[in-house]
């Protein structure tokens, strides 16, 4: 009897760990507007443009990354896309966006046990953290920008404050040399002193002859 109970103990704790989404749902605590945006590093509004599967050694599901277009940044650097990874299971605290749609996002850049990240892209969120969807567009959010009737509360508003608008991001350029008046480049040093070395061979050369003839 006892063996019996301790397999079936060791067959529920095998699929709790291998199947850690279904075992257990998340459950968030209650945040304030000023929290989420404390314990973000990054809040912005923008709309998702891809998604695809996170390059981790996670579990499967494999947490997601979603790509997203900016349009107004209320913390960190105002970049003109984010990347961010969640978890693909609600149930696993993953929130699900949709491709096309805009959201509010609050993502954090620290260390998270529960979200694997890629190198590189260490941005992410979860459902607890108070990611919002809001009526499509580009402007600062206003509470008319809730969505199924639902007006965004006035103290988010007030905790998310001035946004600002995306810096487009460019890759520093190397500028190529630039050409000679002449139109030609112009020669390298090392010319010169190769023909001098040829020169001084030359002069060598015939003073060796003229001592022989003279001999």
């Given at each position: 009897m006892i063996n019996r109970v301790v397999t079936v103990l060791l067959l529920l704790a095998a699929a709790i760990v291998?199947?850690?989404?279904?075992?257990?749902?998340?459950?968030?605590?209650?945040?304030?507007?000023?929290?989420?945006?404390?314990?973000?590093?990054?809040?912005?509004?923008?709309?998702?443009?891809a998604s695809r599967p996170a390059k981790t050694d996670a579990s499967v599901p494999a947490p997601v990354v979603y790509t997203f277009r900016a349009d107004q940044v209320y913390k960190g650097q105002?970049?003109?896309?984010?990347?961010?990874?969640?978890?693909?299971?609600?149930?696993?605290?993953?929130?699900?966006?949709?491709?096309?749609?805009?959201?509010?996002?609050?993502?954090?850049?620290?260390?998270?046990?529960?979200?694997?990240?890629?190198?590189?892209?260490?941005?992410?969120?979860?459902?607890?953290?108070?990611?919002?969807?809001v009526r499509a567009g580009t402007g600062a959010l206003v509470a008319d920008d809730g969505i199924e009737g639902q007006p965004l509360p006035a103290a988010l508003l007030s905790a998310l404050g001035t946004p600002t608008r995306p810096t487009v991001t460019t890759t520093p350029v190397t500028p190529a040399p630039a050409a000679s008046s002449g139109g030609g480049s112009s020669p390298s040093p090392w010319v010169y002193v190769a023909g001098a070395l040829v020169l001084a061979a030359l002069a060598l050369a015939g003073w060796r002859l003229a001592n022989r003839r003279g001999a």
């Amino acid at each position: 009897m006892i063996n019996r109970v301790v397999t079936v103990l060791l067959l529920l704790a095998a699929a709790i760990v291998a199947f850690p989404g279904t075992a257990c749902a998340c459950s968030c605590a209650p945040l304030q507007p000023t929290e989420q945006v404390g314990n973000a590093s990054v809040v912005f509004t923008g709309t998702v443009l891809a998604s695809r599967p996170a390059k981790t050694d996670a579990s499967v599901p494999a947490p997601v990354v979603y790509t997203f277009r900016a349009d107004q940044v209320y913390k960190g650097q105002a970049l003109t896309e984010y990347q961010v990874t969640t978890n693909a299971d609600s149930a696993a605290c993953g929130y699900n966006f949709e491709q096309g749609a805009r959201y509010l996002v609050f993502a954090s850049s620290r260390k998270s046990g529960m979200i694997p990240t890629e190198p590189g892209l260490p941005l992410h969120t979860a459902l607890c953290d108070g990611d919002h969807r809001v009526r499509a567009g580009t402007g600062a959010l206003v509470a008319d920008d809730g969505i199924e009737g639902q007006p965004l509360p006035a103290a988010l508003l007030s905790a998310l404050g001035t946004p600002t608008r995306p810096t487009v991001t460019t890759t520093p350029v190397t500028p190529a040399p630039a050409a000679s008046s002449g139109g030609g480049s112009s020669p390298s040093p090392w010319v010169y002193v190769a023909g001098a070395l040829v020169l001084a061979a030359l002069a060598l050369a015939g003073w060796r002859l003229a001592n022989r003839r003279g001999a």
